[in-house]
């Protein structure tokens, strides 16, 4: 069953839907996965709608949302802040406590790309948050910009654009906007998989945002809990490089799995490998134990 919700954010409407499994029972309480997003995409994306339906028929309940500044919620369109989205997830995860279905002590976060990324770091720094899976993720917003822009040709354009944007913002107080596409590369084979109304233009701020981003520094953080990093061993969008990153710097329990035969879009693919691998570490360290 999906259900609509609402819940605040820093003064905020965030839109979000519930996913109670069939068979939860009236006064049963169950594990609950928080789904993030990717880069200016939302709830209703490929990958979210996917993530979520297979955790369901897993028997979680699950919340997936748009943040703030995306979709159906509230917050400047397109304004979108690393931090801002770490704020986001923490205040989900206040939601959820007042969720009857839900075990407070058992919520985890799974996120895609910019989620993946987001992922790490709201568990680091909320211990109210029992487990964590990044899905092509990132960890170094500096590193992986260097490598999505990998000629020094590009490289000096992209950060000579936000240079601009700083410039535009002190001179104008208005936001210098920037095309989606020179700020994350995403190949045009690819781009269908984003969901049909995601952002095509970001503020100058945003990209800065995510150069400053830097899960790396935070994500031994998690553990005693459970991580879990996905990524394509060949991801054309996020750097493989930055599975690697997370890893080494995480505590253990950590588990990686760099799987060939799939990109970016992972779960979007329908490869039954990254569900098996998915459901075998959550039976192994995250089970769906009800209680009540």
Known sequence: ?????????????????????????????RPCFIVLHGFGTNK?????????EVLEEMGYVVLRFDARGCGESGGEPAFILCQDQVRDTQ??????HSVEQ?????????????????????????????ACVSVAGWGDGVAKFREQHPT???WQNFLAKLEQGRHYRQET???????????????QSMRHLLAHDSIMEFPAETAMSM?????????GLISPRPYLILHPADDTVTP???????FTNAKQPCDMHLVSGTDHFMFADDNGLVRRILEDWLDRHFPVSPIG
């Open 1 to 29: 069953m999906q259900t609509q919700v609402t819940f605040q954010s820093d003064g905020l409407d965030l839109a979000g839907i519930l996913h109670l499994p069939d068979e939860l029972r009236p006064t049963e309480r």
């Open 44 to 52: 209703n994306g490929t990958t979210p709608r996917k993530v979520s």
């Open 102 to 130: 839900v075990n407070p002590s058992r919520i985890g976060v799974i996120g895609h790309s910019f989620g993946g990324a987001v992922a790490p770091y709201a568990t680091a720094t909320d211990e109210r948050i029992a």
């Open 240 to 246: 493989t490089s930055q599975a690697l990153g997370l």
């Open 173 to 187: 107080d208005q936001a210098l906007m920037i095309p989606r596409f020179d700020i994350v590369p995403i190949p």
């Open 211 to 219: 150069m400053d981003f830097h899960a790396n520094d935070v994500v």
């Open 152 to 154: 020094l040709e590009q």
């Open 91 to 96: 205040n989900a995860v206040t939601f959820l």
